[in-house]
Structure formats: structure tokens, C-alpha cells
């Protein structure tokens, strides 16, 4: 009998686990593996009404792998990332509006790190309108291509940058924000990752600057067709908080972003991220 109870919230994309309590998310040994494989398998997995509280948030993801500690300092626990637009509670929040276009986390790395295995979110205070986080199967947007297209896409590759995804919410910068966007160094990744697993999914996102070798409007052009097939509705799991809610992504297979709330609401998200250990190529 499978360790978890598993109900599909889309045709792609999503999953809720219904059954499980923290204590048994941070201590039954058996359970990590059944969520790291339910997530393989889903994309997304929703915890309703779990209410985890931070220091048990980061004993569960420790369980799953190495927890990313580099933005630790916003919040008493360490591992745990305020995510809000409040200025008070996190002084990066400027930062945050990029998170309203689609992305995948650790594209632009500051160094060569792998993009993040998975994150987890937890719902302290939700906005009481907008604010969903949405999700899109890169996988399956991968899957739906013709042969024709996996074959013509196989070989694109697509520089990244921190500029490319600032300059959509804020395409007016100055000289000194535009100096800083541009002293983290750009990556090219290819368009189409091809995992360990054998699966391939898609590389896009507000990260994606332009396409290596390719007229730039064009490329341009083009990564913006893709990002509108990968994430058409079907393809999507909206997530509407309550509060109490945890939520866990696979971040190498699936497309992410926060659905638009006034920057005045008090939502306020508690993030951890797992590590990751698969460079895209
Ligand atoms: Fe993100």
C-alpha cells in the first residue's frame, strides 16, 4: 500500500496529500522517499490546512535533501525565507515582483550552482484577493511538442539573465540598478533539459534573455511563443492559500509564479528550498 493518500488536481500538474500530519513529515523515516516520488511523479504536491510550523518545515525538507541556508538572516529560524511584499518583514522585496512572471528558481546563479531541487511554501498570511501561485508541467509542455518541433528545438540554447527578469517589472531602471542586475554573471543553459531520470522538460521563463545564435527580437519571439504554449491552462494548477497550507514543487519540471495581490496585503509566505544537484544540460 503506497505511504500516501494522493488525489491528481489537474490532468498535468498538481497533487493533494490528504492524511498526513507534521510529526509524521518530520519523523517517519519511510515518508521522504514516498513524497520525493510523488513529486517526481506530480510536479506539485499541496498539504491543506497542514499548518507546519517553520522549524518542523525545515526538518521535513532536510529530510528530502540539503536546505539552502544562503538568504538565511530574514527570519529567526534559519532555512526559513519570508516571502512578502512588505518591506518591513523582508528588505528584498522589491525583488519579489519578478516572481509575477513565469519562472524556474536558479537559472542566473551567482556562481555554476544547479538549480534548486524542490521549494516549499507555507501560507502564514494569504491576500484576500490574487495571490494564487500558479504551476506549469515543463514536462508535459515538452511531451505536447510535435516531432518536428523536439527535433528543430533540440539544439536552441538560451543565454539567462538576473536583467532580463528585472527589466519586465521594472523596464525603466536606472543606471546604478542596471549596473547591479548586470554584475551577476549570465548562464546558457540549453532550452531542453534532459534529466538523469531520461525526461525532458523546458527551460523558460522571465530569466530567458535571448537565444544563442538567433536575430534577438526573434529570439526573443520565440521564447515568448514557447513560454504562452508551455503555459496555457490545461497545462496549469492554480494554487488558491489558505492559510495553514504547505506546498511543495519540483523545481527542475515545473514552470512557476505569483498570481498579482495588492503590495499592501499582509501575505505572507515561509519558503525553504532543497538544493539541487543536477546542472541543466
Ligand atoms: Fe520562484
Redesign the pocket.
Known sequence: MSLLTINKLTESVGAEVVGVDPDRLVNDDSLADAVLDALEDNGVLVFPNLHLDPEAQVAFCTRLGEVDHSSDGHHPVAGIYPITLDKSKNASAAYLRA?FDW?I?GCTPTGDECPQKA?VLSAVQVAERGGETEFANSYAAYEAFSDEDKARFAKLRVVHSLEASQSRVNPDPSAEQLRRWRSRPTHEHPLVWTHRSGRRSLVLGASAHYVVGMDRDEGQALLAELLDRATQPHLVYSHRWSVGDTVIWDNNGVL?RAAPYDPDSPREMLRTTVLGDEPIQ
Open positions: 516572481t519562472h528558481d521549494t512557476h
